[in-house]
């Protein structure tokens, strides 16, 4: 899923390329990707773009007429830059967005189809969309504790659920808590003031790191290759890789859709995490430490 230094980069191309200009038309492959019927979709064809902002994850493209596009990329969703009028056939392809010197095209590479478009009239209609979460840039410290004493739960959920911290999503948590060298298990109400310091610094450090990054990378063409799994990440993506710290292999925790990596020398002391579907399996068997794992495997 694009996270925020992904969406950020979106926004600012995004605005440098239609802002100000007339969305000529919307033209959908897949009608089931528009969530709202009033105001009828149509209604934007036309209207010049004011600008282009991010609420979260999600796109708000502020249109005339007081209109506001919102558009949730979702997982598996992606926005490209193609020539006007490019065709919307093909595997994938929900749309696309007509400007008079372009077209976004808008793709989304699941069977599952969560993205979405939703069309709506003044601003205060924008309200359902706020998760309510903290933007940590431009947050202070104080805030940024407040939010992580909120409630109990581990820490890799705090940082990825929008209603405590926004834009933050699995890949990443995984570099936040890489850097500043915490089990994504631990639970957020039990961390000590110099923990609390690794993590507001490491999280500033990892979005803002990461959105200049891409930034550079994309200069003045567009994003057409967002990936939750860079080259140059610590450890998301990297099962079995080395740590770049520590030159540890890189474990895994798998639940249902999501996949944590961490590094268990850096960030929990040794101590392998049970993934559930594992340690259900093997119960007692379900090795401890990095050595047990050796042990097993015959290194």
């Known amino acids: 899923m694009p996270e925020l230094p992904d969406v950020e980069i979106y926004v600012e191309r995004l605005n440098a390329l239609v802002g100000g200009q007339p969305l000529e038309k919307i ?40 209109l506001f596009m919102v558009v949730h990329l979702m997982v598996a969703g992606r926005f490209r830059w193609k020539k006007r009028g490019v065709s919307i056939k093909g595997k994938g ?6 400007f008079p010197d372009g077209s976004i095209r808008f793709t989304e590479a699941s069977k599952q189809k969560r993205a979405s478009i939703h069309l709506v009239r003044g601003r ?16 202070s410290r104080e805030q940024f504790v ?17 209603r405590f911290y926004s834009g933050i999503g699995n890949a990443y948590s995984d570099e936040i808590l890489h850097r ?15 923990q609390i310091d690794r993590l507001h610094t490491a999280t500033l450090d990892i979005l803002t790191l990461f959105t200049d990054r891409i930034r550079e990378e994309i200069g003045d063409k567009f994003p057409d290759k967002v990936t939750a799994f860079r080259d140059d990440f610590a450890v998301h993506g990297k099962y079995k890789v080395p ?7 890189v474990q895994r925790i798998i639940r249902g859709e999501h996949e944590t990596n961490y590094c268990p020398t850096c960030q929990t002391g ?23 794992l050796d042990e097993r495997l015959g290194r």
Do not use: Y
């Open 243 to 249: 740590c770049p710290v520590c030159e540890t292999p």
């Open 27 to 66: 033209r959908l492959a897949s009608p089931f990707v528009v969530r709202t019927f009033d105001p009828r979709i149509t209604e934007a064809n036309g209207k010049i773009v004011h600008e282009v902002t991010r609420l979260g994850k999600r796109m708000i493209f502020a249109l005339e007429d007081d």
């Open 124 to 139: 205060s209609a924008l309200l359902p969309f706020d998760r309510g979460g903290l933007e940590v840039v431009g947050a």
């Open 180 to 194: 500043a060298q915490i089990s994504p298990v631990k639970m957020s109400t039990s961390l000590d003031d110099d």
């Open 146 to 162: 407040e939010v992580l004493k909120r409630e109990r739960h581990t820490i890799k959920r705090t940082l990825t659920d929008p």
């Open 93 to 98: 392809v929900l749309g696309a967005f007509d």
């Open 270 to 292: 040794g101590k392998l995490l049970a993934d559930r579907a594992l340690s259900r399996l093997l119960k007692k068997d379900w090795p401890k430490t990095l050595e047990e």
